[in-house]
């Protein structure tokens, strides 16, 4: 256990203060080496007290001491569907609209199972499709057992959900129970004043400190109650009381349901805020300003999430053998591992952010992603998982731009540079996810001002900034750069285009439609076919062994996958430069360009050698 006196190293040996320091100094962008040299490795946990306060202190110990059990490892990796699956998000609204209505729906998606077949799919994450007032796009639910009406209905549901296990697809489907819409019948009762419902929800006399996730207080003052309520996200988003074992159990009558109609399991939204410190005690300022989100630190890995987790698991995933990965923004590696080791009974994976963003910078900022840091990351991760962990890759979602809008300095490399990052998460060790559109090269949009916005965290973002005293045009610079909405524009099945959409219609006439890469040999779309197929006949690219190799030189990233006595060598180039070529002379098997150089890897140039 550690305690005031504790020094920085110590702390930073035990797995939750490695989560904790390495966040913290990532987001300082200072270099972690400090933490183990003198003097800072020296420096008593309580010498802090006068920078970050008491309380952080306290926090930091009790947030540290939370963690006394050991991870003790399985002898060999357990093979299991969701460690050999290529799984595929699709944001229904924005996939493929059937109706002609401008906004996607089920049937849409059910044309194109075929589609998501051929492209090597195995397992569809769809968002959100219950009943919402579409406040955030499906992520605040109103009826949990309906189907949003733009959407289509159940009936339409259980097609797409047997369109899938009858082509071999599974679909998971996406839990938002962190929060329920403020016109959700829960919500309307308390408001109605029955004491039951109004327990459902979070109300106090007074607010704290807490900020919410889309600008301003996280705190709603009902008239008609005369009570503040908690809302982390927006203020139609209404944060559950999970203290609640009637919550619990509604939550789990919920999964129950559509496991029993074969659904294969659950993406978990934002699934590590449920359990806030008792007493929701304030956020520390410092470390607010720092996270951006004051108080953040109370709640996202609350002192019984794991109780809550193992419960829910008992009760709705495991008769069922379902699968369930959390989304977990803030979880470090090891709290990844806490949550997600085969022996703990809680998720299978997480997805943790920590690789979206390069040191000191945020989602908002306009500056270039350098890719080296996502293989230090990536190999970081790598290095601390045993044979009873398993992490999920992904570089894109719903709630981040395009990664090649990050990388690019001009679109001249966006076909190889989207083709290397399909080999990356294709050949690296662990679970790939693809957003929809990923698979085409997509790329941040030209949305021309805010009126074009639908976010609301970036609408909210925007009059947060105005207020403050930033100009238009810099505040809608700085929407640009991180809008979510880059990532939610209608997918271009062919040039067709969509006049009355939700959101602006983006069709370009590029040559990136799906139609016109289904057509075009050394498209994005068929290399990314042909890279699935060939993972799908490699086991040594799914449970083989991850080697490293010249790890330290810069702008390079090559490693082994070794399995038995099959092996691949997979070298890439991390930049628009041309760099040395360590393999040279083997046998190349695939490759993201045609004619390469002997000595030289051509800018982001992917090669699997053989052996
Ligand atoms: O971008 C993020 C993480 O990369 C965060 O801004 C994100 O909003 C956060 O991770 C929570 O996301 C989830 O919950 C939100 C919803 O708006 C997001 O779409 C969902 O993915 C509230 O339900
Ligand atoms: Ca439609």
Not at 219 to 227: A, M
Not at 262 to 281: E, M, Q, T, Y
Not at 310 to 333: C, M, W
Not at 496 to 522: C, M, R
Request: charge should be negative.
């Amino acid at each position: 256990m550690i305690n005031k006196n504790s020094t920085i190293s110590q702390i930073f040996q035990t797995p939750i203060g490695n989560d904790i320091l390495s966040k913290l100094f990532m987001t300082l962008n200072m270099d972690q080496g400090l933490i183990n040299k003198f003097p800072l490795s020296k420096v008593k946990l309580k010498h802090l007290s006068s920078v970050m306060g008491e309380d952080m202190v306290n926090t930091l110990v009790q947030l540290v001491n939370s963690e006394t059990e050991k991870i003790i490892d399985t002898p060999a990796i357990t093979p299991k569907w969701w460690k050999e699956a290529i799984f595929y998000q699709i944001y229904p609204k924005s996939f493929c609209d059937a109706n002609g209505d401008g906004i996607g729906d089920i049937q849409g998606i059910i044309s194109k199972l075929d589609y998501l077949k051929d492209l090597g799919i195995d397992c569809i994450w769809l968002s959100p499709i219950y009943d919402s007032p579409n406040d955030d796009n499906g992520y605040d639910i109103r009826d949990y057992k309906k189907i949003m009406a733009e959407m289509g209905d159940m009936e339409d549901f259980k097609q797409l959900l047997e369109g899938c296990h009858t082509r071999g697809m599974k679909l998971i489907m996406d839990l938002v129970v962190n929060h329920t819409s403020d016109e959700h019948e829960w919500y309307q009762r308390a408001l109605n004043g029955e004491k039951k419902y109004q327990d459902y929800y979070i109300f106090r006399d007074q607010p704290n400190n807490w900020k919410s996730f889309f600008s301003g207080s996280a705190w709603k003052y009902e008239e008609s109650l005369g009570k503040y309520v908690l809302h982390l996200f927006s203020p139609k988003q209404m944060d559950l009381n999970w203290e609640n074992p009637d919550v619990r159990q509604e939550v789990a009558e919920i999964v129950r349901f559509y496991h029993e109609m074969g659904v294969d399991g659950f993406r978990l939204d934002v699934i590590n805020l449920i359990s806030k410190k008792a007493g929701l005690p304030d956020g520390n300022e410092t470390i607010g300003k720092m996270m951006e989100f004051t108080g953040i630190e109370q709640y996202y890995y609350g002192p019984r999430l794991h109780e809550f987790l193992r419960e829910l698991r008992a009760e709705a995933f495991d008769p069922y053998e379902a699968f369930a990965v959390g989304e977990t923004p803030g979880v470090g590696i090891e709290m990844g591992r806490y949550l997600t080791h085969e022996s703990r009974g809680e998720l299978d994976l997480i997805f943790n952010f920590d690789h979206l963003e390069t040191p000191g910078h945020v989602r908002f900022d306009d500056y270039q992603y350098d890719l080296n840091f996502l293989k230090e990351m990536l190999y970081r991760y790598h290095d601390r998982l045993g044979s009873g962990d398993w992490q999920a890759l992904f570089l894109e979602n719903h709630d981040n731009p395009r990664i090649l809008s990050k990388v690019l300095k001009n679109s001249k490399y966006r076909n190889v540079l989207a083709k290397m990052l399909q080999g990356l998460l294709l050949t690296f060790k662990g679970t790939p996810f693809i957003f929809q559109g990923q698979e085409l090269a997509s790329l941040n949009l030209p949305f021309s001002s805010i009126e074009d916005i639908r976010d609301v965290e970036s609408r909210n973002k925007y009059q947060e900034l105005i207020e403050s005293g930033m100009s238009k045009e810099k505040a809608f610079q700085v929407i640009l750069a991180g809008s979510r909405d880059h990532a939610r524009v209608m997918i271009n099945w062919d040039d067709t285009v969509h006049p009355k959409g939700w959101i602006k219609d983006f069709t370009l006439g590029d040559g990136y439609s799906v139609q016109a890469q289904l057509e075009k040999a050394n498209s994005s779309l068929r290399f990314f076919r042909k890279m699935a197929a060939f993972r799908k006949v490699h086991p040594e690219l799914i449970y083989g062994d991850l080697i490293s190799i010249n790890r330290d030189k810069k702008d390079v990233m090559l490693f082994e996958r070794r399995l038995y006595d099959k092996a691949l060598t997979i070298e890439i180039n991390l930049t628009d430069k041309p760099v040395s070529r360590s393999l040279k002379g083997r046998k190349v098997l695939v490759s993201n360009y045609r004619n390469r150089d002997r000595n030289y890897l051509k800018p982001y140039e992917f090669t699997i050698c053989k052996g």
